[in-house]
């Protein structure tokens, strides 16, 4: 070094425009050699003359060792992990009213007001009821006319049902009276007077009992006939209820009622809109799984609902549906789950992320800020002590769905690695480091 700088002591007395130096530097622990074009200003020569100063001075001493690097580290173990995959979708009511009026006419009354909770058959809009309502209750007169009289008719068949009992029994003794005569009057025992008088009993009774046979069953036809008439009467009734309820829009299901726009007095047709009415008791959720897990799919693997663009849970349901085919154009298949709601914290049409649980068993997760990428490929750092002292080694893995902050890991590391979770930004392959052991992995 003292012989470089005699060198440019010489070249700043020679006064020449500009010179080339080649500066033997084989001691310093920069350069072993450099190469520099100078021109005769000695302000520019100035650096170039500490550098040089410097770089003597300390070629002669070995330089520090890098110090170990801090870091803090976990030993991997095994935990539950969860195999998962995500799809999008938008959630269905099972069951969804679009209600609309059966029949024209003008609104009278709306009883119920848009987002109300109602019950099956509660009213929620009362036309006019024009000439129906005199149509019904003449209906229901009629019907219970036709009652009255098959009330009467019936009563009238129990009578006559009497009178031929009676009148066989009549004819039952006449008859035993009779024959009892015939034979005693061969034997002289009685008068002929005696066995007249039989003889007239039986017919006349014979006769009562036929008359009592044609009244009952005039009585019988009676009541047959009133009888059509109560179902003629009754079938009459229902169609004029019919007519009548169709002014009477009513809920099919229980659920609530969807915004209502029409008022009191507008004219509606049977074609038009009145509201909707969704059963928000619980959602289907349709989604398609690609081909190569369709083999894998069964009814009852769990789903999460999760809020879109967070893992917040909505709700959990099941698979209760898959289909039989699969898609040509997209070589999927079309599954639903099942959501209850007992909370009311989802809504028909409500667009959801949700996580088909294909899985759960023994594994191993690594904090997501451990994980760094490269092209597409995940690394992280493990402690290595192959060279006797603790060096950061970068490790290729292959990871899971995002759970919770961290990964599952499907291959690259094992239980008892060494993971370094901290000072990630200045690690590189190789380095020593300093490893202070935190909590295990949960």
């Known amino acids: 070094a003292d012989a470089s700088v005699a060198a440019l002591l ?28 100078v021109r005769p200003s000695p302000w520019i020569l100035i650096p170039l003359l500490t550098a040089l100063g410097l770089g003597g001075c300390g070629s002669s001493q070995t330089p520090e060792a890098t110090a170990p690097l801090p870091v803090k580290v976990i030993r991997l173990s095994s935990v539950p992990v969860v195999d998962s995959a995500l799809y999008v979708g938008t959630l269905q009511a099972i069951r969804k009213v679009v209600l609309k ?30 000439q129906t309502l005199p149509q019904y209750q003449s209906s229901l007169a009629g019907v219970a006319q036709t009652r009255d009289q098959l009330t009467n008719a019936q009563t009238q068949l129990r009578v006559s049902q009497s009178r031929l009992k009676e009148a066989i029994a009549r004819f039952n003794l006449a008859e035993v009276n ?40 005039a009585a019988e036809t009676v009541v047959r ?11 009459d009734s229902a169609s004029a209820r019919v007519s009548f309820d169709f002014k009477q829009v009513r809920s099919p299901i229980a659920g609530q009622v969807g915004d209502i726009t029409l008022r009191p007095g507008d ?36 789903v999460l609902l999760e809020k879109p663009g967070s893992e917040q849970v909505l709700g959990e349901g099941r698979l209760n549906f898959i289909s039989p085919e699969t898609s040509q154009m997209q070589q999927a298949v079309t599954v639903k789950a099942r959501f209850p709601n007992r909370q009311g914290r989802l809504r028909d049409s409500q667009f959801v992320q949700a996580r088909l649980i294909w ?55 094992k239980v008892g690695d060494r993971l370094i979770v901290s000072n990630l930004l200045q690690l590189r392959p190789n380095l020593p480091v300093q490893p202070q052991t935190l909590t295990a992995t949960r």
Request: aromatic residues 6%.
């Open 10 to 37: 010489q070249f700043l007395k020679a006064g020449r425009h500009t010179r080339r130096i080649a500066l033997n530097l084989e001691r310093t622990t920069l350069w072993p050699a450099m190469s520099v074009t």
């Open 101 to 130: 009026p059966q029949i024209q006419g003008r609104i009278r009354t709306i009883p119920v007001a848009s987002g109300a909770q109602v019950e099956p058959g509660q009213v929620l809009f009362a036309l006019e009821p024009d």
């Open 178 to 217: 009779y024959r009892r005569t015939r034979l005693l009057i061969r034997e002289g025992a009685i008068a002929q007077l005696v066995a007249d008088q039989a003889a007239t009993e039986y017919k006349v009774s014979r006769e009562q009992v036929q008359v009592a046979r044609r009244e009952t069953e």
């Open 225 to 235: 006939q009133t009888q059509a008439q109560v179902f003629r009467s009754q079938a």
């Open 267 to 302: 004219l509606v047709t049977n074609a038009q809109t009145l509201t909707t009415i969704t059963d928000n008791s619980a959602f289907d959720l349709a989604f398609s799984v690609p081909a190569n897990r369709a083999s894998q799919l069964r009814s009852g693997l769990t």
């Open 359 to 413: 899985r759960t068993g023994p594994g191993l997760r690594v904090p997501a800020s451990a994980v760094t990428r490269i092209g597409g490929q995940a690394f992280v750092y493990t402690v290595s002590t192959q060279t006797g002292q603790p060096t950061a080694r970068q490790q290729p893995v292959s990871l899971g769905l995002l759970q919770q902050q961290s990964y599952p890991v499907l291959s690259g590391l």
